[in-house]
């Protein structure tokens, strides 16, 4: 028999007791974030009450809605389960341990630790904090919020997803006694990528291709789709993709961002990712979100949020101009705290409604 989808949210901790309770009854739990807007939520209810459900469906996650409204993204429970003895070994965790889990159970990577916790892996300590866990699982974000807590701390081992993994924040973590194993995933694909501090390498179980410019998986970890209605995922036989950019280099892959995402300014193909990268080094910059700005004749320019405490442009278009082509450097620049989603990651799209609607301060001088 189908199961049905049950939409839930609330508290975490009893948010987990239903996912238990859910699952238990052969059901499939949906978690939304309780920050979602209610037009959204109410538009996902209305979905899991009518979309016809696969027979073998058992999770359901929500996409990050990074890029906009989130997606219904639906997958069996061999597709987590095949990767858990992996990530026990890189969690170096068992039964007996625990995990801390700061992004709320909306988010793919804490719904992903639930299921592994109901299957024999550790058990869950949700929220920030993380009291008497010897892992974490979770965000850049979330892995500096836990470095920026006061007194020691028991976590000895981090996986770290969600969105790019700086080095800076890698040497930070490691000179407090925690090994950093980062990794590339996405809701659709699980995981793709780890890097042990020498690039992303393929995940075990998982084969990498790129083909014109996109990364492809081969993997047992593959989402069934979406709840009705599309989205990125594609496939090509075993293959699948979400329609990452990427290419080889020396062994490992780099990420080149979303194709879809592309900024067209002029007769120039902008990526955001790999302006936003750039930025992120730049003195005083503690993260930063670029966007198409549309403008007449040109296509759109390229527009960049930052969280900094400088007081104007000047500098940091200097910095910019150091590190990036002319097509790559912002042309506008605003500053302010960055929306975020569920899971720590920057909401791109809201990022670009504040833009438009003059939501933000820009940076002059």
Request: proline letters at 8%.
């Amino acid at each position: 028999m189908t199961g049905r989808v049950v939409p839930l949210r609330g508290p975490a901790d009893l948010v987990s007791d239903e996912i238990r309770r859910i699952r238990a009854a052969g059901d499939v739990p949906l978690v939304g974030d309780p920050r979602l807007p209610d037009a959204q939520w109410n538009a996902v209810r209305g979905l899991a009450a009518t979309a016809q459900v696969p027979r073998d469906a058992a999770w359901a996650s929500l996409t990050s809605g990074s890029s906009g409204t989130p997606r219904v993204v639906l997958r069996t429970h061999a597709s987590w389960r095949a990767s858990f003895p992996a990530v026990a070994g890189l969690l170096a965790a068992g039964s007996d341990d625990a995990v801390a889990l700061p992004a709320p159970p909306s988010s793919s990577l804490t719904l992903f630790s639930l299921a592994h916790a109901l299957d024999g892996g550790p058990r869950p300590v949700l929220g920030r904090g993380g009291a008497g866990a010897s892992c974490f699982h979770g965000t850049p974000q979330g892995l500096r919020a836990l470095l920026d807590t006061d007194g020691p701390t028991t976590v000895r081992t981090a996986l770290v997803g969600g969105s790019a993994l700086d080095r800076g924040l890698r040497a930070d973590a490691e000179a407090r006694g925690i090994r950093v194993v980062g990794y590339y995933g996405a809701a659709e694909l699980s995981f793709v990528a780890v890097d042990h501090g020498t690039g992303l390498r393929p995940f075990p179980g998982v084969d990498l291709r790129v083909s014109g410019g996109e990364l492809w998986v081969r993997s047992p970890y593959v989402a069934l789709g979406y709840l009705g209605r599309t989205g990125p995922l594609r496939r090509d036989g075993e293959w699948a993709t979400v329609g990452d950019l990427a290419e080889t280099v020396a062994g490992t892959v780099r990420l080149r961002g979303r194709a879809d995402g592309a900024i067209q300014t002029a007769s120039a193909t902008v990526l955001p990712e790999e302006v936003e990268a750039a930025l992120r080094q730049l003195p005083g910059v503690a993260d930063a979100v670029v966007v198409g700005v549309p403008t007449p004749g040109v296509g759109a320019v390229v527009a960049a949020v930052v969280e900094t405490g400088s007081d104007g442009a000047a500098g940091l278009r200097r910095a910019a101009a150091a590190r990036l082509a002319p097509a790559s450097r912002p042309r506008v620049w605003y500053t302010g705290a960055l929306p975020r989603t569920p899971a720590g990651k920057p909401a791109r799209a809201e990022v670009l409604r504040r833009v438009l609607a003059g939501e933000v301060d820009r940076l002059v001088g």
